[in-house]
């Protein structure tokens, strides 16, 4: 509640107003002030006490003041009182809402246009302060998450781009940590170089398995220990001594000799082919035919047999193909370790082409003792032995590699058949996710990224915040859109306005929530939106003329405070509310303020209409109410008690009091008493009679009238009544100037006067 404007300083039309405690507020009260005295200032300052805002009161600071503006406001909350001083109040009264020409401009419109921001005042004011909170706790965490946005925008700014490749911000830090991430990039770099290679690889060839040929010292040594037990070792020497003497070709020779002489034979014949002699009892001759049967031939021809098989496997140049299929291997697998890990295939050529040498020799040269020598058997001396072993040991190191070779060829397989369907975009982007990953990683990045993270994550709660803000503001605003859209329409329906709003709404923009509506005249709805309506189509500009525009700016003002659950506690400050209202509708603003005081705490209502705020006055009958006046004084103004009761009567309320009192009392001017006699009967007629005396009638026609209707249907006045009336006008006449020239020098008669006064009492009382 408003208790008084204590002290007004230096403060627009206000030099210095120190006197009003002696004014107090009461529950209605009504300040007349002629325009340009300070009723807007006295709105400015309640505005600026309300919302703690110094510009109202500093914008109107006392042009050549020596000292800054000063105000002291009692009111509810003190002590100490709300005081204005140094650009600033100690404390605001939030409870105080006014309509005034910035209550429009801010929620209505400017001049002829509905702009943006008055929609999206207009929002607030519907909601109300439950609603306005519930709306101010989702700008704080749209605001907040602003703030979380410019934070991720910095904390992005420190990751270097070219260490995240293609990959967003988001995607960059939320990699996963990879363990074996050197391994898989250089496996994604072969498998990239692969893809770019294609057709190389499909012509490339596997590794090739080294061969290393088995010695079968089983069957070497089977050989060498085999003899013919039916051949005589010692004949068989003496043959060969024999064949040796005879020269070159003498084997076959005398073998061919033996196969003849064994026909001879087996026909029964003893005769020796060459000298006919008989030979049956001829020791050489069974000599000759053991050493040329077919055992022994067959015998030598396993001798040669294995020897020419085992220099066939084991010639001297054999170990060249295998130290060429050694630098082979090498080669191919320098070309496959682009595409894939191959280990080293590590073998030691030379020795083992020095321990195959040394086994093939020493076997080559027993070979040659036993072509020497068939009958006779060799054992394999240790050293040979020993010589085979070391060649198998290194036998087995080539199977050994043969086996990795083998594995190494399925991964060949495998990296051709990828190479086949390979696509090098892929395995790019596949290269690159896993580089950002290890860049992720290192320690410098990856703090970076775990600030973001925890910005990230900060700002998805507080949009979880907002989200909650925004359903609980979205179903209060559900309830209240459409309470307050039939609110307004109540009261523009009062007002007799003519029109009315409909889809009153809220709408979400990226400017905040703003609310739009819809005028409906003539059944027709006029969307009401920004100031670019279209030229020469119906817009709020040109559809609402000054009086409705204004209507609606009241009627809004008037549905916030109805729609107020706080509306008890509320000080309602009304600036001038039919300075453009039509005429008409002044009395229904008088009976919404009557309505609206039983409902708020307090009402001020500032007017320049001394015939409203006096109907007001006369109308209104609250538990308290006072008047007060802005009135010159000097060159500055002041406030003052005020006297509604004086203003309040007209001229007709005077002469009639006055006619009163004279009849009580006497003593008054008795010539103005006579002279305000025919006023008074005027008057009465124009009320009793509006019909048949409307103003500007005379009283002269209006008793012909009424002589001439007597005893008819249509009779006005009674017969005596109109002699009454004839009397009294005759007297009256005397004591006016357009009816008796020496009026002015007529002498009154005391007692005829005080008869006359009566009787025209009497004759204003009649129905």
């Known amino acids: 509640m408003l208790e008084s404007l204590n002290l007004i300083r230096n403060v627009g039309r206000f030099d210095s107003f120190t006197n009003g405690s002696n004014h107090p507020f009461a529950q209605l009260t009504l300040i007349y002030a002629e325009n340009g005295q300070g009723k807007t200032t006295l709105s400015a300052i309640l505005r600026s006490l309300a919302t703690g805002d110094s510009t109202p009161i500093s914008e109107r600071r006392r042009l050549a003041a020596q000292h800054p503006p000063h105000v002291i406001v009692s009111c509810i909350g003190g002590p100490p009182d709300a005081m204005f001083q140094d650009g600033a109040w100690n404390r605001v009264l939030e409870d105080v809402v006014i309509f005034d020409d910035v209550f429009v401009d801010e929620n209505v419109y400017s001049g002829l246009v509905v702009g943006s921001d008055h929609r999206q005042n207009l929002h607030e004011l519907i909601l109300g302060a439950q609603g306005v909170a519930l709306n101010q706790q989702l700008q704080t965490h749209i605001a907040r998450i602003e703030q979380h946005n410019s934070e991720l925008r910095r904390h992005s700014s420190e990751i270097p781009a070219d260490e995240r490749g293609r990959l967003s911000v988001d995607q960059f830090c939320d990699l996963p940590p990879n363990p074996n991430i050197d391994q898989e990039i250089q496996t994604a770099e072969q498998n990239l170089a692969a893809s770019r290679q ?96 077919a055992a022994y031939r067959s015998h030598q021809e396993a001798i040669r047999s294995a020897e020419s098989s085992f220099n066939r496997t084991h010639s001297e140049g054999a170990a060249l193909p295998f130290e060429r299929s050694i630098r082979t291997l090498a080669e191919r697998r320098q070309f496959w370790s682009e595409f894939g890990e191959i280990p080293e295939l590590a073998i030691d050529s030379a020795a083992i082409t020095s321990d195959w040498n040394a086994a093939r020799a020493q076997i080559a040269q027993l070979f040659q003792q036993k072509r020497a020598a068939p009958l006779d058997a060799i054992t394999l001396p240790d050293e040979v032995h020993a010589s085979i072993e070391t060649y198998n040991t290194r036998r087995n190191e080539v199977a050994a590699l043969n086996q990795q070779i083998a594995s190494v060829n399925q991964m060949i397989a495998t990296v051709k058949q990828q190479a086949a369907t390979a696509s090098a975009t892929a395995l790019t982007a596949t290269l690159t996710r896993l580089k950002a990953t290890k860049a992720r990683y290192t320690p410098t990045t990856d703090a970076r990224c775990q600030a973001y993270l925890e910005e990230r994550q900060a700002k ?137 005081l039983s409902h708020v705490g307090q009402i001020v209502i500032l007017s320049h209409s001394k015939p409203f705020l006096c109907r007001l006055w006369e109308s209104v009958t609250p538990a308290s109410k006072t008047a007060l006046q802005v009135a010159r004084q000097a060159n500055a103004s002041t406030i003052t008690q005020w006297d ?28 103005e008493i006579a002279a305000a006699i025919r006023p008074c009967l005027e008057a009465f007629l124009r009320v009793a009679y509006p019909e048949h005396y409307p103003p500007g009638t005379l009283l002269g026609p209006f008793r012909e009238k009424c002589s001439q209707r007597v005893g008819t249907h249509e009779e006005i006045l009674r017969q005596a009544d109109i002699d009454e009336l004839r009397d009294l006008v005759d007297y009256a006449n005397v004591f006016h100037h357009d009816t008796n020239p020496a009026w002015e020098t007529e002498v009154v008669n005391s007692a005829q006067l005080e008869g006359f006064v009566r009787r025209t009492l009497e004759f204003a009382k009649r129905s």
Do not use: M
Request: hydrophobic residues 35%; charged residues 25%; negative net charge.
């Open 198 to 293: 294609q057709d190389r690889i499909r012509n490339a060839p596997e590794l090739q398995l080294l061969d290393l040929p088995e010695i079968d010292l089983p069957a070497i040594e089977a050989i060498l220990e085999l003899g013919l037990p039916d051949i005589d070792t010692a004949a068989a020497e003496r043959v060969q001594a024999h064949l040796q003497s005879i020269g070159e070709g003498a084997e076959r020779w005398v073998g061919e000799g033996v196969i003849r002489q064994n026909s001879v034979a087996e026909a029964g014949g003893n005769k020796c082919v060459f000298c006919a002699q008989d030979i049956s009892q001829s020791a050489v001759i069974d000599h000759y035919r053991a050493f040329f049967s």
């Open 460 to 596: 998805g709660a507080t949009e979880q915040q907002r989200d909650q803000a925004r359903q609980a503001l979205d179903q209060y605003r559900t309830q209240v859109f459409p309470e307050y859209e039939a609110a307004i329409n109540r009261y523009l329906e009062r007002f007799n306005a003519g029109y009315r709003l409909e889809r009153v709404q809220p709408v979400n923009t990226r400017g905040g929530p703003t609310c739009s509506y819809s005028v409906v005249v003539n059944n027709t709805a006029v969307t009401v939106t920004g100031g670019n309506a279209q030229a020469g189509e119906p817009s709020f500009r040109n559809i609402l003329s000054a009086g409705d525009r204004n209507t609606l700016a009241i009627a809004f003002f008037l549905a916030s405070i109805e729609l107020d659950p706080n509306q008890a506690g509320r000080v309602v400050v009304i600036d001038d509310p039919v300075s453009s209202l039509d005429e008409h509708r002044s009395l229904t603003t008088i009976q919404e303020v009557r309505r609206l």
């Open 644 to 671: 509604v009761n004086a203003d309040s009567e007209t001229d007709n309320d005077r002469r009639h009091q006055a006619l009163r009192y004279f009849l009580r009392h006497g003593g008054q001017n008795e010539k």
